[in-house]
């Protein structure tokens, strides 16, 4: 049963997270159950299908399912003694597979005979004897060996089309969609609709939770090329959000830009004017006409905020500068940021090539300048 709770709590109260997960998927940009929610998989793998043992082949990629007939720590080789694998022999009537992993030996604790498990991953000769194996697979326990699995059990790794996120070192796949499968168990209530009925209808969209259950655990019905392709009626309304929710900050800050005050410049265009009779080169057309349109938004008395854009050596370091030095001209300072501290120095070496002869003081301030130096 659903309940009502706060989706923006911290994702390390969600149950079978904690501390230790929580400083991992920080590391992915995820702090709240919400952000875990609304981190979409990456691709997707179709486990909708098993194979009988009896018809594997080396290579292939598939789902396994069998009932455990012997669950053991092996020692593989005398030559390496230190060398640890848990491995289960599973068999479905048809014959045996194995299923390996290294260093798990925690596994003893999961695994025992009798149960009925699924097993995927990429089917390969057993490399320490006769017969297949899987090294390594996800796997999942269908039940603890009752005559029937629970009814009310949900697989979640295999048995479907299954999600694929973006990991980091520490976490693994299976406990990625545990914890997506967890919140969707407990919030799934919680996540409410944003957006009204007529544009839902108008765009054939999916409502906000009826998505987020699509994106991170498809029906059986759904293509796989589409959920690949983010093609998806769920994927579009996910899609639709993110991009509702940019235009929507781009309006408000735009509105707060308009009511920002800020500095009207009113030069003469003394400097500028002097500087041009400086430079070894014309001016173009276009040059001219962006550094038109920026005094034109100084003069205003609101925060300037554009985009000069220009191939290499297209000029826009000079026109970047005769608005520098119209706000020096009205008795003010100006400040040429760079990226890097080579593209700094290499602009005040440039900009101090002309604009010294103008009697204008120019200086360079990086992460190595010292205040005293800047002061003197």
């Given at each position: 049963?659903?309940?009502?709770?706060?989706?923006?709590?911290?994702?390390?109260?969600?149950?079978?997270?904690?501390?230790?997960?929580?400083?991992?998927?920080?590391?992915?940009?995820?702090?709240?159950?919400?952000?875990?929610?609304?981190?979409?998989?990456?691709?997707?793998?179709?486990?909708?299908?098993?194979?009988?043992?009896?018809?594997?082949?080396?290579?292939?990629?598939?789902?396994?399912?069998?009932?455990?007939?012997?669950?053991?720590?092996?020692?593989?080789?005398?030559?390496?003694?230190?060398?640890?694998?848990?491995?289960?022999?599973?068999?479905?009537?048809?014959?045996?597979?194995?299923?390996?992993?290294?260093?798990?030996?925690?596994?003893?604790?999961?695994?025992?005979?009798?149960?009925?498990?699924?097993?995927?991953?990429?089917?390969?000769?057993?490399?320490?004897?006769?017969?297949?194996?899987?090294?390594?697979?996800?796997?999942?326990?269908?039940?603890?060996?009752?005559?029937?699995?629970?009814?009310?059990?949900?697989?979640?790794?295999?048995?479907?089309?299954?999600?694929?996120?973006?990991?980091?070192?520490?976490?693994?796949?299976?406990?990625m969609r545990a914890m997506v499968h967890t919140a969707l168990a407990l919030y799934e209530e919680s996540i409410r609709e944003t957006l009204p009925?007529?544009?839902?209808?108008?765009?054939?969209?999916?409502?906000?939770?009826?998505?987020?259950?699509?994106?991170?655990?498809?029906?059986?019905?759904?293509?796989?090329?589409?959920?690949?392709?983010?093609?998806?009626?769920?994927?579009?309304?996910?899609?639709?959000?993110?991009?509702?929710?940019?235009?929507?900050?781009?309006?408000?800050?735009?509105?707060?830009?308009?009511?920002?005050?800020?500095?009207?410049?009113?030069?003469?265009?003394?400097?500028?004017?002097?500087?041009?009779?400086?430079?070894?080169?014309?001016?173009?057309?276009?040059?001219?006409?962006?550094?038109?349109?920026?005094?034109?938004?100084?003069?205003?008395?609101?925060?300037?905020?554009?985009?000069?854009?220009?191939?290499?050596?297209?000029?826009?370091?000079?026109?970047?500068?005769?608005?520098?030095?119209?706000?020096?001209?009205?008795?003010?300072?100006?400040?040429?940021?760079?990226?890097?501290?080579?593209?700094?120095?290499?602009?005040?070496?440039?900009?101090?090539?002309?604009?010294?002869?103008?009697?204008?003081?120019?200086?360079?301030?990086?992460?190595?300048?010292?205040?005293?130096?800047?002061?003197?």
């Amino acid at each position: 049963m659903t309940t009502h709770q706060d989706i923006t709590a911290p994702v390390q109260y969600l149950k079978g997270v904690g501390p230790h997960k929580a400083a991992l998927l920080a590391r992915l940009g995820i702090a709240t159950i919400q952000d875990l929610l609304l981190t979409l998989p990456v691709r997707y793998e179709d486990r909708r299908s098993s194979a009988k043992i009896v018809t594997l082949k080396p290579e292939q990629v598939i789902a396994v399912i069998g009932k455990v007939v012997v669950a053991e720590v092996v020692q593989p080789s005398r030559r390496n003694p230190r060398l640890r694998i848990f491995q289960i022999t599973i068999t479905d009537g048809s014959g045996v597979l194995k299923g390996k992993w290294f260093n798990q030996a925690f596994l003893q604790r999961v695994f025992k005979p009798g149960q009925s498990v699924v097993l995927y991953g990429t089917v390969r000769p057993d490399y320490y004897g006769a017969g297949l194996e899987i090294m390594n697979p996800e796997y999942e326990i269908l039940d603890d060996g009752d005559d029937a699995p629970d009814a009310g059990s949900e697989q979640v790794h295999t048995g479907r089309i299954v999600p694929v996120y973006r990991l980091t070192e520490g976490l693994s796949q299976k406990q990625m969609r545990a914890m997506v499968h967890t919140a969707l168990a407990l919030y799934e209530e919680s996540i409410r609709e944003t957006l009204p009925p007529d544009i839902l209808q108008r765009h054939a969209l999916p409502g906000r939770r009826e998505a987020a259950l699509a994106v991170h655990f498809p029906p059986a019905s759904a293509s796989l090329d589409d959920l690949n392709r983010s093609a998806t009626p769920a994927h579009h309304r996910l899609s639709f959000d993110k991009l509702l929710t940019f235009q929507i900050g781009l309006a408000t800050l735009k509105q707060h830009q308009k009511e920002e005050r800020g500095i009207a410049f009113r030069p003469k265009g003394v400097l500028a004017g002097r500087l041009e009779q400086l430079l070894p080169f014309q001016l173009t057309g276009a040059q001219r006409r962006v550094i038109g349109e920026i005094r034109n938004d100084m003069v205003r008395a609101v925060p300037m905020h554009r985009l000069v854009q220009g191939d290499v050596g297209s000029g826009k370091t000079v026109v970047a500068l005769m608005a520098m030095l119209d706000a020096v001209e009205c008795r003010y300072q100006a400040a040429l940021m760079a990226p890097t501290e080579i593209l700094a120095e290499q602009h005040y070496l440039n900009i101090m090539h002309l604009a010294e002869p103008l009697g204008i003081k120019v200086a360079l301030q990086t992460a190595s300048t010292r205040k005293r130096d800047l002061a003197e």
